[in-house]
């Protein structure tokens, strides 16, 4: 499904040359649940941007679904990331002035969906997250918890073969924390493919493959022993 060879992304800071990815080379099957952990500076947001489709490899090849992405103009890259890929962050992204069913079908009205159809799917996604009954509410209205959960329905309602969460517990306490794990556990057992980025041991330690990245260089570890 996604496969990173010998992949660079390399800045020109003040004169300075910097590769913040630096020769990567990974692979993620369908249907894995997999964690990038590293620390701040390390190269994982460049990576999260890569996987997503928000910025391009300077040297090497990343394919998604058997399509090579570095080739695509920027408005097929708009089309991938609204299509196959669902964006869960750690700020929620919500708008503030609609409510959790609307903020969860902006993706399809994008897409061009029916009205119909955006409603059947919107009812859908809320009830796999558990927040249908607080659809009629704002942002504002809901707790940290339950807007990360619209959050998740909004990525969940195109129907992408990526899920793509970028420290989706760093806002939130240890029990919500918890909560929303269990919640990736649950999408991830009925074969949606997640790639969790995060800084946290403890967050990592709960997918099932675990990629260290530093210093813009990745490395398979194993953080269960």
């Known amino acids: 499904m996604i496969k990173l060879n010998n992949v660079s992304k390399i800045y020109n800071v003040g004169g300075e040359v910097i590769k913040a990815l630096d020769d990567v080379t990974l692979k993620i099957e369908e249907g ?15 990576l ?13 090849k990343y394919i998604l679904d ?12 708009a089309k ?7 964006f869960i962050f750690q700020s929620f992204n919500l708008l503030n002035k609609m409510t959790a069913e609307e903020n969860v079908g902006l993706p399809l009205i994008y897409q061009g969906m029916k009205d119909s159809e955006i409603k059947v799917r919107v009812k859908e996604a809320l009830e796999k997250v558990g927040i249908y009954h607080r659809r009629k509410h704002t942002p504002l209205e809901l707790s940290g918890g339950q807007q990360q959960r619209v959050a998740i329905a909004r990525a969940l309602v195109s129907k992408p073969t990526l899920l793509l969460a970028d420290e ?21 057992d009925e074969g949606n493919t997640i790639v969790l ?4 041991n403890d967050v990592a330690k ?3 493959r675990q990629i260290r990245i530093f210093d813009g260089r990745c490395q398979e570890v194993n953080l269960n022993v």
């Not at 890569?50 to 040297?59: A, F, T, Y």
């Not at 991938?80 to 669902?86: D, H, V, W």
């Not at 269990?182 to 999408?187: D, K, P, Q």
């Open 80 to 86: 991938i990331r609204n299509r196959k890929i669902g």
């Open 168 to 188: 989706p517990t760093g806002n939130l306490d240890s029990k919500t924390s918890a909560d929303i794990m269990t919640l990736f556990h649950l999408l991830n």
């Open 66 to 77: 058997g399509q090579e992405i570095e080739k695509y103009t920027d408005d097929q890259l």
């Open 48 to 60: 999260m941007n890569i996987l997503g489709c928000l910025d391009v490899v300077d040297i090497g």
């Open 197 to 200: 980025i995060t800084h946290d």
């Open 206 to 208: 709960q997918a099932k």
């Open 32 to 46: 894995e649940f997999v964690a990038i952990i590293g620390p701040s500076g390390s190269g994982k947001s460049t």
